[in-house]
């Protein structure tokens, strides 16, 4: 990467998940200037309110967030673009093989916590579809705060639990061998991505800043292909994950770092099921493609080629 300093970029996204680590990493090696990496997502790119305790006041130059999050708030923000895929979350439900759970479906009838409207909501929906299921055959539980679930599980208060990870190791540890794991990314992988506005992108000296992050984030995803470890004290720091948990979580994610080919199927899949939640008309594919914009990652990637 040249030896220009850039001016300081400020980065919204949630601190708390494992997915952010390539950008964390990025902010605190490879961006060749100031970078901030602070608690928020979309909402801080368009001044929108944001959720309590999961986010921090500003405008965010870039954010971070699920594709399900990107499909919600372009709805009213149309100028919202997606830059690039950082993270595939490879979700997963655990269930109680001692409530009858040993098959998907075998969920029929079981009280699942897990929080609708959320990337894991929909990769419930799917898990559930691909045994001829649907949200209307299982009892979904909204549990907050989400380190209550795996104790909720153990209780017996729930049967299953579906939500991004360390939860679902926790909860996974809570019932041991009673406990069965359910899903793959064949069903469902969170897209984990990073986004910015048409404006940013619109603006010469912005979309430098920008592309120059994007560069950094490219760089730190090789960095830890090579040492996942360089990211455990910033996800320690920032998430309040020790070591040990950084190291169990690592395999249900995939650092990829680089616009997913499937992301436009994805999200064509993904707005039917929100836009009938949200009781709207589902945007087509027409208009779900003028929210991705790949051409700042393929000038990034030039830079660090």
Known sequence: MAEH?????????????????????AAERFYPGQATVKMGGIFNLFG????PGFSEPGIADIATHAETQGLRYSVANPDLRIL???????????????AGIETVADLRGKRIATIPNTSSGYFLHRLLASAGLSEADV??????????????LADGKVDAVTIWEP???????????????????????????LNTTRQNLEDTDKRRMITAFVAAVI????????????????????????PATSAACWKHHNFVVRPMDDLLDVMEAEERW????????????????TLLDYSVFEEANEQVA
């Open 5 to 25: 300093v850039y001016p300081p970029i400020s980065i919204h996204g949630n601190k708390t998940t494992f997915e952010i680590a390539p950008v964390l990493l």
């Open 48 to 51: 929108i309110e944001g959720i």
């Open 84 to 98: 690039m895929t950082v993270t595939e979350g490879l979700y997963r439900l655990v269930g109680r093989r001692s």
């Open 139 to 152: 009892a979904v539980e909204r549990i907050l705060p989400l380190s209550d679930m795996p104790a909720a």
């Open 167 to 193: 939860y679902m190791e926790d909860a996974a540890r809570a019932i041991g061998s009673d406990g069965v794991n359910l899903g793959d990314s064949s069903v469902y992988r969170e897209l984990f991505n």
């Open 219 to 242: 760089e730190a995803g090789r960095a830890l292909a090579e040492d996942p470890t360089l990211a455990y004290p910033l996800l320690e720091r920032e998430g309040g994950h020790a």
């Open 274 to 289: 929100l836009a009938g939640q949200d009781g709207r008309a589902a945007r087509d594919r027409t208009e779900l493609q």
